[in-house]
């Protein structure tokens, strides 16, 4: 079983169009993230949810909007794709309570032409 | 802003030699710091982490240090493996915060 899953694996789409990758994740954690790796491998936190509540927004453009129906998933809708859009997308899991171990996702790559 | 760093990009090694790669963070704030690895096409996974109130901790062929008082961190790799090519990500962590702080990542290639 795959503990955190995310959908699509790779995108690609025109610039301006809209689009979502999906995660869920099986651990029963509370807590959820969206992390996006560029080119150079560097890793910035977009979001955190904990408990379908928003914890952290690390000055996203407002075209980025996360979704989370229930603890165990979080949605990521972009709107209106720019090129510097082009990014791997990944989502992750902690269990919080203290224990800050995060679960990542096997990612999105998102292309924009 | 408060960032957590990398010395080296890019560090090969000889199979069967020992790896060190280090990291720099500037947050003295910070009390948890967990090192990842990220191999290719897939998300990073935790190897070890290691409190602020511990200079040294050890698990299966991999040791952390940390030095708080230079705000630096390392992760020893004992008889790489060329299963131990990935790269590297040193992370932190604040008490009681949800967000975790990425560095900028070290390449580690184990030359057979």
């Known amino acids: 079983d795959t503990a955190v899953s995310q959908t699509p694996k790779y995108l690609v789409t025109q610039m301006g169009n809209d689009k979502s990758i999906k995660c869920e994740q099986n651990?029963?954690?509370?807590?959820m993230y969206w992390y996006k790796q560029d080119s150079k491998k560097f890793l910035k936190i977009m979001f955190s949810?904990?408990?379908?509540?928003?914890?952290i927004n690390e000055t996203v453009p407002n075209r980025f909007s996360p979704k989370s129906p229930d603890k165990a998933h979080l949605n990521l809708h972009i709107n209106s794709l720019e090129l510097g859009d082009s990014a791997v997308y990944f989502c992750a899991s902690s269990p919080g309570q203290g224990n800050r171990e995060l679960f990542f996702g096997e990612g999105s790559r998102l292309t924009v032409l | 802003g408060e960032n957590v760093g990398l010395h080296l990009p890019t560090l090969s090694v000889q199979e069967g030699d020992n790896s060190i790669i280090n990291c720099a963070y500037s947050?003295?704030?910070?009390?948890?710091f967990i090192w990842y690895k990220q191999e290719s096409g897939k998300g990073p996974q935790f190897i070890i982490d290691?409190?602020?109130?511990?200079d040294k901790r050890q698990g299966q062929r991999v040791t952390v240090l940390l030095n708080k008082t230079v705000k630096h961190l390392s992760l020893q790799i004992a008889a790489t493996q060329p299963g131990d090519s990935a790269v590297y990500f040193c992370a932190e962590n604040i008490g009681g915060y949800q967000k975790v702080t990425f560095g900028t990542g070290t390449k580690l290639q184990v030359i057979p």
């Open positions: 290691i409190r602020s109130n511990m």
């Open positions: 651990l029963g954690h509370d807590t």
């Open positions: 947050n003295s704030a910070s009390d948890y």
């Open positions: 949810y904990n408990n379908k509540e928003l914890i």
